[in-house]
């Protein structure tokens, strides 16, 4: 399993992972040797030494109208006693969108909205509740997760041939050429939920990332974003924290709103074995984790992830 997104119900960790499978498909860039069709639950009490219980499937792809295949990242809220599990996956277009599914109890079962949330593309949602209750959704991923497919929230057909991310005027161009010509880094994505979750209440925003300057990153900076959002919030302070891809770093990024900008401050996890990083940031009992994956589950290395944590 890979993707966590952890948060503490009723007491205990609960963690929302996205399910890696065996397949026979090779390796290429729009993830389809991720055959990915459920989600899991798990749940631990004691991050130390603790059993983790795994509370089995709580959504499967069959159970989704829209979903063709690839289940990929997700995340979930809590609002007035109703969890919402807000995934990414890709519709019979071959299109990944974002979509709603919702159930009684934090180990579900979970019942999938028939369609998925209008205006909703990309990948990787991590959904954020601020201390007023209102609710965010941080989206984005490149190359596979088609964020480079969209300009102003809508799908650029000019974009789609492109290969790597999008030249500044939108039209294809190869990624190198275009890190020459020294474009701005193609930004992940933040939306105010609507009061029920189950759509977006605006249009979506790109969340810029500056550097310490007050620029913003550039599509050849080792620390841009390109996957994996996740938002915290500590004595006030909104930290934005993500993956930057091909360089295989978790970084973080600093605010003071949970629109942004946010300003780069670190790198938080070096390189793991496997291509791609990804993660969350959750508070227990006192103490701040780090959970994440990486492609060594017990001394054999393999493109199946498995999760791990750590203490920050």
């Known amino acids: 399993m ?14 929302y992972p996205s399910h890696d499978r065996d397949s026979e498909h090779c390796f290429d860039d729009d993830g389809g040797h991720f055959q990915m069709r459920d989600y899991h639950v798990l749940s631990v009490e004691d991050l130390e030494n603790g059993e983790v219980v795994d509370h089995g499937v709580i959504l499967d792809q069959d159970d989704i109208p829209w979903a063709e295949k690839q289940l990929w990242d997700s995340d979930i809220v809590e609002k ?9 996956a890709k519709d019979y277009n071959g299109l990944m969108h ?22 909703s593309y990309s ?13 965010y959704v941080y989206f984005g991923g490149i190359w596979g997760g088609q964020l480079q497919w969209y300009k102003d929230n809508k799908l650029s057909p000019r974009n789609i041939p492109a290969w790597g991310e999008p030249t500044p005027d939108g ?82 990024a600093k605010g003071d709103n949970p629109y942004g900008p946010f300003t780069f401050e670190k790198v938080i996890l070096e390189p793991v074995v496997g291509w791609t990083t990804h993660h ?7 103490k ?5 994956h990486d492609c060594v589950p017990s001394g054999d290395v393999t493109w199946l992830r498995s999760l791990k944590v750590k203490e920050l």
Not at 186 to 198: A, W
């Open 171 to 252: 039209a294809p161009e190869d990624y190198k050429t275009q890190v020459s010509n020294g474009a701005d880094a193609i930004p992940s994505r933040v939306v105010k939920m609507t009061d029920d979750c189950l759509q977006f209440a605006e249009s979506p925003r790109p969340v810029i990332i500056l550097d310490k300057e007050g620029n913003p990153l550039k599509a050849d900076d080792p620390h841009r974003f390109f996957e994996a959002s996740w938002m915290h919030k500590k004595d006030g302070v909104y930290y934005f924290s993500y993956s930057t891809g091909d360089t295989h770093f978790l970084c973080l």
């Open 123 to 135: 990948i990787d949602p991590c959904v954020f509740k601020d201390d007023d209750g209102e609710v």
């Open 2 to 15: 890979a993707d966590p997104a952890a948060h503490v119900f009723n007491g205990k960790v609960y963690i």
């Open 280 to 286: 969350c940031i959750t508070e227990y009992k006192g």
């Open 288 to 292: 701040w984790y780090l959970f994440h």
């Open 98 to 119: 974002l979509g709603v599914a919702t159930a009684d109890h934090p180990e579900g079962p979970f019942k999938a909205e028939p369609a998925p949330i209008i205006g």
């Open 80 to 88: 007035n006693g109703k969890y919402y599990l807000i995934f990414s």
